[in-house]
């Protein structure tokens, strides 16, 4: 086994030779380009496949949102999502991006509620964990 060596800042450097693993590490770059706070509220889930679903929130970022249900939930399905957050109650719609067991990952499908209601959210968590050592 070849060892990589360690950049500055601590992480292993990709060869540039590896092009799967460069675009790999893109790929992760890309799909965490926003921050997750921590979150724990009940959410109700409309889908048109597995109809209503109860469950509740794991993290946040202002790109989407992690779930646990223990129904199961299509990848690739447009759902609408009902859940409380500090600003007020949320109804908005997001695509089923991933699955890992009973935990979804879902990305938020309209732009007018990240402006007017996550992003702010985000902001608060952001700060509350920050200041509380909850990251």
């Known amino acids: 086994m070849e060892v990589l060596p360690i950049n500055k800042v ?5 060869k540039e030779d590896n092009e799967y693993a460069s675009n790999v590490a893109s ?3 890309e799909r965490r380009r926003h921050a997750r706070f921590k979150i724990e509220v009940d959410i109700t889930i409309h889908s048109k496949s597995s109809g ?3 469950g509740h929130t794991v993290d946040i970022s202002e790109s989407g949102i992690s779930v646990m249900v223990r129904l199961e939930l299509p990848v690739g399905e447009l759902v609408e999502l009902d859940f409380t ?3 007020g109650q949320v109804t908005m719609y997001a695509v089923v991006r991933q699955r890992s067991a009973f935990r979804y990952g879902l990305q938020f499908a309209e732009s007018n509620f ?3 209601v996550i992003r702010p959210t985000c902001r608060v968590l952001a700060m509350q964990q920050y200041v509380g050592g909850g990251i």
């Open 10 to 14: 601590g992480a292993v450097e990709l």
């Open 27 to 29: 790929d992760l770059i």
């Open 52 to 54: 209503l679903l109860k």
């Open 85 to 87: 957050l500090p600003f």
């Open 114 to 116: 990240v402006e007017d």
